[in-house]
C-alpha cells in the first residue's frame, strides 16, 4: 500500500515538474518569437 501511494506521489510530483517547465519553455519561445516578430507583440 505504501509502496504505490510512493509511486502516485512521485508521479504527480515530475507531472507538476515537466509542466513547469514546458510553461517555462513556452514563455522563452514567445520572448525569442517577439524579438525576432516585433510587429507580432
Given at each position: 500500500m505504501s509502496i504505490v501511494?510512493?509511486?502516485k506521489t512521485n508521479f504527480i510530483h515530475f507531472n507538476m515538474?515537466?509542466?513547469k517547465s514546458a510553461v517555462?519553455?513556452?514563455k522563452i519561445l514567445t520572448a525569442?518569437?517577439?524579438y525576432h516578430f516585433s510587429a507580432a507583440c
Open positions: 501511494f510512493y509511486f515538474l515537466v509542466a517555462k519553455n513556452l525569442l518569437f517577439c
